[in-house]
């Protein structure tokens, strides 16, 4: 049998849960929408010129508005007060830059081609149905 594709295993996706590279997969079956399993699979960075200037946009862009909401804030307290708060700010500033351009460099393309990944590693509980053209749960 040949490898899955995103197109003949999107109709046995449940659920896609993505956290940084991981995307981890609820498969069910569509004839029965029973849930058959879970899988996961790692993207691969889009490493085109296009993929990392858009990559990088998104990180400036994230990062311009979360520094500059924590230098407004800071401005608006002022004095010793406002140094303490613009140092924890820009703590917590960090983080979130860090979880809001998490995945940035990952496409649709990639998350599909996990997918198609993940799915290898529960094919042997579905059967390929040539009739339905669809994989269908043993």
Known sequence: M????????????????????TVRVSWKCPATERI?????ASMQADAS????????????IVSE???GAARFLAGRIGGAAGRVVNDAVYTAASD???????????TEASRRAAIASAFEMVKEQFAWDPQTQRYIAR
């Open 36 to 40: 058959v399993g879970e899988s996961t």
């Open 65 to 67: 508005v979360i520094f």
């Open 49 to 60: 010129v296009t993929g990392l200037v858009r990559a990088s946009v998104k990180r400036n």
């Open 2 to 21: 040949e490898p899955a594709t995103y197109e003949t295993v999107a109709a046995n996706v449940a659920q896609v849960d993505v956290d940084g590279a």
């Open 96 to 106: 979130l830059n860090h979880k809001a351009s998490a995945g940035s460099e990952y």
